[in-house]
């Protein structure tokens, strides 16, 4: 996002950051629980508890940094805002955040679109087994575009189903034909 212009650049436009910020978080991140998007490791736990004390983890899922940034960030947060994080937890939490919400981590957009999806995003999705995902791509492989994420319930059951439902959708359901080869 705005990062690498500097911190004290970013906060001469604070008010205005705060407000996008907002509202963003009022529109789009109602039923997404983006704690769960974090997979368990070492330091998931100090990420879901220091990180959305003032806000939102959204930013810190989809944050995509190493770990020398990560650490900025961590140290920016203590210095700036007062974040009330012990300094021997940077190191842990950095780690994590550079594992899972660094690079590597193949979610770039959330809703994501259930016809597009590859199996590495899938996996991160909360409660979804390796059989499950296979049995997801091999149904879009043999059987063509899902027309709705409501399909989904047959094949990987109703409770699985209810809770990755808010972080996948149809994109033009209505274009989707089942009868073409
Ligand atoms: C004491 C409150 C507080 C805590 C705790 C806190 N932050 Fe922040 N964070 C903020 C504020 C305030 C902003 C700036 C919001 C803005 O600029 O609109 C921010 C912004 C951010 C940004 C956006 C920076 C950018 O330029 O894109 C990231 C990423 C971030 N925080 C990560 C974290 C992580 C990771 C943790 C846990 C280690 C954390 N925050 C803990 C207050 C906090």
């Known amino acids: 996002m705005f990062l690498g212009e500097g911190w004290s650049r970013r906060l001469a436009g604070g ?15 109602g039923k997404i629980d983006y704690q769960a998007l974090l997979p368990d490791g070492p330091g998931k736990v100090q990420v879901a ?10 930013y810190v899922v ?7 940034q990560w650490l900025g960030i961590i ?8 974040a009330p994080i012990p300094d021997d937890e940077a190191e842990g939490l950095s780690a994590y955040l550079a594992a ?23 996996s991160r999705l909360p409660g979804l087994k390796a059989e499950q995902i ?10 063509g575009p899902f027309s709705g994420v409501e399909e989904l319930e047959a094949l990987i059951g109703k409770s699985t ?9 149809v994109r033009d359901p209505a274009s989707i034909s089942k009868s073409s080869p």
């Open 134 to 143: 296979q049995a997801i791509l091999r149904h879009r492989e043999e059987g």
């Open 75 to 82: 140290d920016a947060m203590i210095s700036d805002f007062k």
């Open 49 to 58: 508890t220091y990180c959305a004390m003032c806000h939102d983890l959204k």
């Open 15 to 29: 008010l205005l950051l705060a407000s996008a910020w907002a509202g963003v978080d009022a529109s789009e991140s």
């Open 161 to 169: 189903f209810l809770k990755i439902k808010p972080y996948l959708y």
């Open 62 to 68: 989809f944050g995509n940094r190493n770990k020398e």
């Open 100 to 122: 899972h919400c660094g690079p590597a981590n193949p979610i770039r957009e959330m809703p994501m679109d259930l016809n597009r999806v590859g199996g590495r995003e899938l």
